[in-house]
């Protein structure tokens, strides 16, 4: 994947263009919660949650061998999560149904 003889400036251009990929992705993931919102009761599904988390870790566990990037990916999804929450809030109060409304 990467080489020892690559620069920072291709490194950090690696990063970008997985930013790139992964920006696109967010968006898409956040459509399609606005989209759910109004099948739910509730905000918040806690076991949804936990059933993403437990997913990903055992669809993917050979990359996450490791405890340390175990709890770095659930942190991202914690993220993914908490902001989700904040923007169907947002989105109630302001009766949006698209993130960039």
Known sequence: MNSANDSLETIRSKIDKLDEQIMPLLFERLQLVLHAKQYKQRLTDSVREQFI???????????????????YVQNIYHEIFRNSKIMLRRANRHGNHRPNQ
């Open 53 to 71: 988390l437990a997913n990903i870790v055992e669809r993917h566990k050979q990359q996450i061998n490791h405890n340390a990037f175990a709890v």
